[in-house]
């Protein structure tokens, strides 16, 4: 299986020439991930980089990084990456540390390892001797402590910014945008020990209160609903035929086969004309217009021409 990082150039000579060119000065060198890293003397860092960009020609440095590790009693490592343009390969160098022990600039040998220097004592507190402008640079200026170690609190701090209500630069304590919570990652279908939000106002669900939502049903209780489904509907039932399917006895039957009163006057009132009817017809015929349209006036004398 090919391994995810960028394929560099294999260098199995690598180790020798180090030992050789770094004598005590390497402490260690491991081979993880088709990645070298060496750990040298902190207080040989300056030369052992010399020694690595003139004899083993690693030209550039990329990067340097810190990582905490508040157990170790020299809990800080800085971290330095470093490129050969004409091998193809990536070496990293690493040296042990702490809170009050400097470690020498390499600002000499690498004039941009300045700002990446400022950038490890903003955030871990690590001090670099010979540093030219040794200030913080990812932080604001009043800033307290360093955010990149363990045991950084989350709140307590005091940060600046600008206040485009006050229209001036303003200091607050550092706050969380969301406060720390508590969750309950208990299914709801399981039941709380608390009443959850919505359940206080149902009423007449069986359910005691403080329970939660109701326990789901067993597969036997689920299978039996999913048969009583599928089940075929019950037959229609028959409509009856005759009186003697009625089954209210003979007088019902006989009095049921009765016409009744308000049945006998609906159907005479239906055959009698309605008030309406009767007015209409006593109403004069409109009308009619003459066959043949009144001829036209003759003109006479002295009428206009």
């Keep these: 299986m090919a391994h995810p990082a960028p394929l560099v150039a294999p260098q199995p000579s690598l180790a020798a020439a180090l030992k050789t060119l770094l004598g005590a000065d390497l402490l260690a060198h491991d081979f993880a991930a088709d ?11 300056a030369g052992v ?3 690595l960009r003139d004899n083993l020609e690693y030209q550039q440095l990329m990067e340097i990084a810190g990582v905490d590790y508040p157990d170790r009693a020299e809990r800080f490592e800085v971290v330095y990456h470093l490129l050969s343009v004409t091998k193809n390969h990536r070496l990293r160098v690493r040296v042990s540390t702490d809170e009050a022990t400097p470690v ?12 990446l220097e400022r950038e490890v004592f903003d955030m871990y507190g690590v001090l670099f001797a010979g540093n030219p402008d040794l200030r913080r640079i990812l932080t604001d200026y009043g800033f307290q402590g360093h955010p990149q170690r363990k045991d950084f609190p989350l709140t307590g701090y005091t940060e600046l910014r600008y206040s485009e209500e006050d229209k001036r630069v303003v200091y607050e304590p550092v706050k969380l945008a969301q406060d720390l919570r508590n969750f309950d990652f208990l299914s709801p279908w399981e039941g709380a020990d608390y009443v959850l939000p919505g359940d206080e106002k149902a009423g007449g669900t069986g359910e005691a209160p403080g329970k939660g939502a109701p326990t789901p049903l067993t597969a036997a209780e689920v299978k039996a609903a999913d048969d009583k489904a599928k089940a075929p509907p019950p037959p229609t039932p028959k409509t009856t035929e005759n009186t003697r399917q009625t089954g209210a006895g003979a007088k019902a039957n006989l009095k049921a086969a009765k016409t009744s009163r308000d049945g006998a006057k609906a159907t ?3 055959k009698a004309k309605t008030p309406a009817t009767k007015k209409a017809e006593k109403a004069p015929a409109k009308p009619k217009a003459p066959a043949n349209p009144r001829a036209p006036r003759k003109p006479k004398a002295g009428d206009d021409a």
Excluded: K, L, Q
């Design 104 to 115: 020498p600039s390499i600002v000499p040998v690498w004039p941009n390892a300045g700002w």
């Design 268 to 270: 005479a009132a239906a």
């Design 49 to 51: 980089m010399v020694a």
């Design 35 to 45: 990645e070298d890293s060496i750990t040298v003397d902190r207080t040989a860092v």
